[in-house]
């Protein structure tokens, strides 16, 4: 029963993610608007006094066409001198305000849109950081850069300048629709429905543009993807001569974004050719009808220019829709993206079914834990052991046995499928992680460091850290005797991926930050595969004192390094097939006897790392 209710934890978050995965259905414009509303909470005012603006621009833009009418009937041919400075007065004064206000329409509404991408790339950022490891590796981390950086982009116009131009330009399209009834309601009915039909072509053909842009995004996220990968592992690329295949590879995915470009520029063009063909027929059709008015004395010469001039004051707002609708089409397929990763959920989210663990003593325990990535392709057989405070229990075994695996279950970074895995009698899959992994301590083969200082990279796992203590565990990691040799001391820049270094003092900075961290649980993977023998010498003191008082995992290819562990697990195939320490495993010549001297010369090896060819002492 003890093992039932840790395998339904486990399968809780795993299921949950399946279906959040598979049954999402997808995003549709209305499905948007909660998220729009939550953008335009905390700016409510500030877009009450834009739309306040923006009524006195519209309004003023209105004055010049209504001019033309008693400039033309009373001025032009009365002439009625009298009002002409009344008429030229009122449009310099709207011409000022319409200035003004589209100043601080643009100052106010820019500004807004900027500071809401930096938000969202924020929110963003920080939601999939507390996204689980499965959710990585699923998805490329050049994919997720584009999520972050590029699909908020848009968003500005939902906020920026594009919404308030798209309300504005229906704004003025009513208003000018209202004062052409009043001049010729025949003329403005016929024009009202040819207007009506081109509005239903274009809400047609947004339609069709729509997935064109979500597909755009998803393309240029793959082709940054790759490109990210590309550059990150440039030595691996040139290594092997293949820049002309990856050229290839990146060619065909820009290939493929240029026709989805192509694609939306035709479909833009079409909406442009139909409102261009629109114009011209209701151009036409206002002078056919205007000079029959005029004719019958309906239509003054100034009512027929003020009624042309109100006319493209209708039709230009609603021919700008479409570059607006555009933008703001794209800023919804942006923000249908992003509401995608938002909705993805975080490792500690369901606070209710998980506890936050205090300080933890350290007794790590497996029970009978089966484990798969993928259903039906299962990775761990039924793993039992248990690992007490200040004992080293050491993982063997050939590539692909499973051992990184239990570290992973050891980490939190995935549930069992069936079984549990304890720290201090509590399930990995109840407990909040984020309250765990702060008493972690890692140290992998492939050191992962920043491009900062030395400092900035040591103290990343203890922010906090006095100066002694920073300074102590350089000491004991042998970092001191590289770093103050460099001009700029701990202050000397390391490169992406710590490239300035060597891979021993890349290693060397990573010891240091797990002594920092003072972690319960300190996992070591190949901790000193980057080393020569001297090397590996001088820093097996800083290993010795790093690992005292404190339950450690050593994944370890080169087995010297762990013949003082408190327990070795000897792992194949997902199962563990021997256990025991050295002497005992050596003893019963089995699979470590086998493992072990290989590696130390018994059978020819022509690929023995510094170290590893020793004289054999059993």
Avoid at 315 to 330: D, F, K, R, W
Avoid at 471 to 481: F, G, K, P, Q, S
Wanted: aromatic share 8%; hydrophobic share 45%.
């Amino acid at each position: 029963m003890g093992a039932e209710k840790p395998a339904r934890g486990g399968n809780i978050q795993r299921a949950a993610a399946a279906e959040l995965s598979l049954k999402r259905p997808k995003p549709k414009f209305r499905d948007v608007w909660p998220e729009i509303k939550e953008l335009v909470k905390p700016r409510k005012w500030l877009l009450v006094g834009s739309f306040c603006l923006m009524l006195v621009n519209r309004a003023c833009s209105l004055v010049l066409p209504a001019s033309f009418k008693p400039l033309t009937d009373e001025v032009f041919i009365k002439h009625h001198m009298a009002i002409l400075p009344e008429v030229v007065g009122a449009v310099l004064l709207a011409t000022i305000l319409q200035g003004i206000t589209s100043y601080s329409l643009t100052q106010l509404l820019s500004t807004a849109g900027q500071r809401l991408i930096a938000e969202l790339r924020t929110k963003v950022q920080a939601h999939v950081g507390r996204l689980p490891v499965s959710y990585y590796d699923e998805n490329r981390t050049g994919a997720l850069v584009a999520r972050i950086m590029s699909d908020v982009e848009g968003v500005r116009n939902i906020i920026g300048t594009g919404i308030v131009d798209f309300v504005g330009g229906v704004l003025t399209a009513i208003l000018a629709f209202a004062y052409l009834l009043m001049q010729s309601v025949p003329m403005t009915i016929v024009t009202g429905v040819i207007m009506t039909i081109f509005a239903l072509l274009v809400q047609r053909a947004f339609k069709t543009i729509r997935p064109i842009f979500r597909e755009r995004a998803k393309l240029n996220a793959e082709v940054t993807g790759r490109l990210t990968e590309s550059l990150g592992g440039v030595r691996v690329v040139k290594g092997y001569h293949a820049e002309e295949s990856e050229s290839r590879v990146f060619a065909g995915g820009v290939e493929k974004l240029l026709n989805n470009v192509i694609s939306s520029l035709t479909a833009q063009s079409l909406m442009t050719l139909s409102s261009t063909v629109i114009m011209g027929v209701v151009g036409a059709v206002v002078m056919w009808m205007g000079a029959h008015a005029n004719a019958a004395g309906k239509l003054t010469p100034g009512g027929y220019f003020s009624y042309v001039m109100f006319l493209a004051f209708m039709t230009a707002p609603l021919i700008q829709l479409v570059n607006i609708g555009t933008q703001l089409t794209e800023a919804m397929a942006g923000l249908d993206r992003t509401r995608e990763v938002l909705s993805e959920i975080e490792e500690d989210a369901n606070a209710a079914q998980h506890h936050a663990l205090g300080p933890i003593v350290g007794e790590v325990k497996f029970n009978h834990v089966n484990f798969s990535y993928v259903d039906d392709k299962p990775v761990l057989h039924d793993i039992n052991f248990e690992s007490k405070p200040g004992t080293v229990t050491a993982l063997v075994g050939s590539s692909g046995s499973g051992k990184s695996t239990i570290i992973s279950l050891v980490c939190g970074f995935h549930f069992a499928n069936e079984g549990s895995v304890t720290v201090d009698g509590h399930d990995l899959a109840t407990v909040k992680l984020s309250s765990y992994r702060g008493q972690l301590g890692v140290v992998l083969q492939e050191t992962f460091l920043f491009d900062g200082t030395i400092r900035e990279n040591v103290v990343f796992s203890r922010p906090d850290a006095t100066e002694e203590q920073f300074l102590e565990a350089c000491r004991i990691a042998r970092v001191d005797e590289f770093a103050e040799r460099f001009e700029d001391g701990y202050q000397t820049i390391v490169g992406e991926r710590g490239v300035k270094l060597s891979g021993g003092q890349r290693q060397r900075l990573s010891i240091a930050r797990a002594i920092l961290a003072d972690p319960r649980i300190l996992i070591l993977d190949e901790a000193t595969s980057s080393l020569d023998s001297e090397s590996e010498a001088m820093i097996q003191q800083g290993l010795n004192y790093l690992m005292r008082g404190r339950t450690t995992f050593v994944i370890a290819h080169r087995l010297s390094t762990i013949r003082k562990a408190d327990q070795i697990l000897v792992v194949e195939q997902g199962r563990i097939v021997e256990r025991g320490t050295h002497d005992e495993l050596f003893a019963m010549q089995g699979r470590y006897y086998d493992l072990y001297t290989r590696q130390h010369g018994l059978e020819t090896n022509l690929f023995l790392a510094p170290g590893e060819g020793d004289t054999v002492t059993a």
